[in-house]
T-cell receptor
Framework: KNEVEQSPQNLTAQEGEFITINCSYSVGISALHWLQQHPGGGIVSLFMLSSGKKKHGRLIATINIQEKHSSLHITASHPRDSAVYICAVSRKGGGADGLTFGKGTHLIIQP | NAGVMQNPRHLVRRRGQEARLRCSPMKGHSHVYWYRQLPEEGLKFMVYLQKENIIDESGMPKERFSAEFPKEGPSILRIQQVVRGDSAAYFC?????????????FGPGTRLTVT
């Protein structure tokens, strides 16, 4: 079992729909990251959070430390949101060590 | 303030050649991480460096791969005697501080193709 699991693997939705992507992890963490990657493109950091909820524009990220679970929500989705969304964790107690990644969620928003 | 820079963006090498990938961290950042993304697979940590020091290389293959981050100049990921299985996207990221909570900024990646 992977230490970071994402669901769904693939998601196709219509423009305007509310999108939820889930991430569960099995290790102690100091922070959780949500990243975005466009096809053939670089990686952009969307959120880093260790508790509660963060919002940026139409994107909302939440984390429940007790349940070891995080969600990324996109409101009023748009075709330009089509990308791979990746959940990653910083493991607890390791200092500034490398991230451990989920396999990503391929999101397609159709007009 | 320029972001993380990587070059080249695309690199083609024949089997047996050497590949050198460069990463210049964001200004003021002294921590560099290298990650590899194999085709149809997720990202994997390779190595974490600070200036002149390798801090964690637990994700680096034991043979043919090496990394450095000299006092002056970019960080270099070096792959000797490349094989087809080394074809992947290699991303570097940098951060300003160490400690348990930090943000990493990613470069655009280098796509390595081994023919």
């Amino acid at each position: 079992k992977n230490e970071v699991e994402q669901s769904p693997q693939n998601l196709t939705a219509q423009e305007g729909e509310f999108i939820t992507i889930n991430c569960s992890y099995s290790v102690g963490i100091s922070a959780l990251h949500w990243l975005q990657q466009h096809p053939g493109g670089g990686i952009v950091s969307l959120f880093m959070l260790s508790s509660g909820k963060k919002k940026h524009g139409r994107l909302i990220a939440t984390i429940n430390i007790q349940e070891k679970h995080s969600s990324l929500h996109i409101t009023a989705s748009h075709p330009r949101d089509s990308a791979v969304y990746i959940c990653a964790v910083s493991r607890k107690g390791g200092g500034a060590d490398g991230l451990t990644f989920g396999k990503g969620t391929h999101l397609i928003i159709q007009p | 303030n320029a972001g993380v820079m990587q070059n080249p963006r695309h690199l083609v090498r024949r089997r047996g050649q050497e590949a050198r990938l460069r990463c210049s961290p964001m200004k003021g950042h002294s921590h560099v991480y290298w990650y590899r993304q194999l085709p149809e697979e997720g990202l994997k940590f390779m190595v974490y460096l600070q200036k002149e020091n390798i801090i964690d290389e637990s994700g680096m293959p034991k043979e043919r791969f090496s990394a450095e981050f000299p006092k002056e100049g970019p960080s270099i990921l070096r792959i000797q005697q490349v094989v087809r299985g080394d074809s992947a996207a290699y991303f570097c990221a940098s951060s300003k501080t160490s400690g348990s909570i930090y943000e990493q900024y990613f470069g655009p990646g280098t796509r390595l193709t081994v023919t």
